[in-house]
């Protein structure tokens, strides 16, 4: 008969695979090599986490399983678990990690701020979520949050555990802004296989009706949203601008749209990209205060018979505005339509809801 008793590790294992899952464990400090070893391990299993820290590291582990036994036992209502026999010394504290000297101090939360304010995203929010172990040996979890993204650092204060936690949100971020501009780079390289030039001064691009291009990629004029919520895409345009901002922009567009509706002048004998460069013009004044502007888009049906072209405005605003219109070729009354319809949709978005 075996009396061997069961260690956390073991129990916790059993426990987690009768449902059909395993325990993760890391070892997050590895303080081995001093005249003092400690270790610290971090388990986390069914959306919990728990850290354990001790002079080896099975003590680490063992301490990390029992005391995530504990947390699920709380969570659950069970009975309190028995303490685990230790009849070694405590562990002391951890000392902070060392920074070598041909490694330059980085401060990571100035430079997450900085990325933050040229990217357009909030300043990110730091929230200490853990606060485990002895006095003596204190282990510190703490959250970097911008909107919905998350990173955690843990580490022996919460200096450290904070400028860990800044420090993954950097790196993540960065990773982001930079697959941003290499798909910038795969769109102009798309235009520019199709005589498109993305750069281009001119009033309108064409697009040729014997090329395909895919216009899942046409975002080389958008502005980074990194982190920014679909149920705020509504708002944002309301929220990042100031009171006089918006009123002088909504004057404009309204003064705007008046304006050519109401214009009796006989236009016969303006041609039509005269006519949308005036209006493109006009309009980019009026909405230059948001610091955003317009590109027109011309493309042609796919029917060989007709000459119906599809006109479309997108706006370079957070989020991306477009507006689109079908109608006969070169017809400024439908060119006219189009920035009537983008001029109603952004003023309806600098209004407060």
Do not use: W
Not at 16 to 25: A, D, E, W
Not at 185 to 213: G, M, T, Y
Request: charged content about 25%; overall charge negative.
């Amino acid at each position: 008969m075996n009396n061997k008793i069961k260690t956390p590790v073991s129990i916790l294992q059993e426990m987690m695979v009768k449902n059909g899952t395993v325990p993760h464990y890391e070892l997050i400090y590895d303080g081995g090599g001093t005249h003092e070893n400690t270790f610290t391990y971090q388990v986390s299993c069914q959306g919990l986490v728990a850290i354990g820290t001790g002079r080896c590291k099975k003590d680490a582990k063992h301490l990390a399983a029992n005391n995530m036994l504990e947390r699920i036992a709380a969570e659950n209502n069970y009975p309190a678990l028995p303490p685990i026999p230790d009849d070694k010394s405590p562990a002391k504290l951890i000392p902070p990690p060392r920074i070598l000297s041909d490694e330059p101090f980085v401060n990571a939360i100035g430079e997450l701020q900085d990325m933050c304010a040229e990217v357009g995203l909030p300043d990110p929010i730091y929230e200490t979520v853990g606060d485990q172990g002895p006095a003596h040996a204190k282990i510190f979890t703490i959250h970097c949050k911008i909107f919905t993204l998350i990173e955690e650092g843990t580490q022996t204060t919460k200096k450290h555990a904070k400028h860990l936690a800044a420090r993954k949100m950097y790196d993540r971020v960065k990773n982001m802004v930079e697959n941003t501009v290499n798909i910038q780079k795969i769109v102009k390289a798309e235009l520019e296989e199709h005589n498109v030039d993305p750069d281009s001064n001119n009033e309108i691009v064409p697009v040729n009706n014997d090329d395909f291009i895919d216009f899942s990629k046409l975002s080389f004029y958008s502005k980074s949203s990194l982190g920014l919520k679909l149920s705020e895409f509504h708002t944002t345009l309301f929220t990042s601008n100031d009171d006089i901002t918006r009123e002088t922009v909504i004057s404009e567009l309204t003064q705007f749209s008046e304006y050519y509706l109401n214009d009796e002048t006989d236009n016969d004998d303006t041609d039509f990209y005269s006519y949308l460069k005036e209006l493109k013009n006009v309009f980019n004044d009026a909405i230059s205060p948001l610091n955003i502007s317009a590109v027109v888009y011309s493309f042609p049906t796919r029917c060989e018979t007709s000459t119906d072209c599809i006109i479309t405005i997108v706006l370079n605003s957070v989020p991306e505005l477009v507006e689109c219109v079908v109608g006969k070729s070169e017809d400024k009354k439908l060119l006219l339509s189009l920035f009537v319809r983008i001029t109603k949709t952004l003023t309806l978005l600098l209004i407060k809801c």
